[in-house]
């Protein structure tokens, strides 16, 4: 079964940092976009970040730009997402899941608005930002 495994969240004081990890199982990341999304119960699912396997190019939303960082592991087939600084308002369940495009894609940051055809959700892991 194709899906994506989320780990390393937890509890973590306000200006804090934390680093997730999302292991794809079932498939390599060849050819794929990795994204990060985070969800608050009640409201929307939120694009964070992506990573282009191929290229390494990145994207990120403008609430976190400048405190996230996502980066790829090859070799472990692995996608992560350091969080610096973190806020209460980054409290969430985050998400990863991949945008199939093995030759050209849409501009990255496109694929955090809501409608790109990312797929092989894993089960997330959650973020609370609290002192």
């Known amino acids: 079964q194709v899906h994506f495994v989320e780990s390393g969240g937890g509890l973590v004081q306000p200006g804090g940092s934390r680093r997730l990890s999302c292991a794809a199982s079932?498939?390599?990341?060849?050819?794929?976009?990795i994204g990060w999304f985070r969800q608050v119960p009640g409201k929307e699912r939120e694009g964070v970040s992506c990573i282009s396997r191929n290229d390494g190019n990145t994207a990120y939303a403008d609430s976190v730009q400048g405190r996230f960082t996502i980066s790829i592991d090859n070799a472990k087939n692995t996608v992560y997402l350091q969080m610096n600084n973190l806020k209460p308002e980054d409290t969430a369940a985050y998400y990863c899941?991949?945008?199939?495009?093995?030759?050209?894609?849409?501009?990255?940051?496109?694929?955090?608005?809501?409608?790109?055809?990312?797929?092989?959700w894993g089960q997330g892991t959650y973020v609370t930002v609290s002192s």
């Open positions: 899941a991949a945008y199939y495009s093995p030759i050209v894609y849409p501009p990255l940051a496109s694929l955090l608005n809501p409608g790109a055809d990312f797929r092989a």
């Open positions: 079932g498939f390599t990341l060849d050819d794929y976009i």
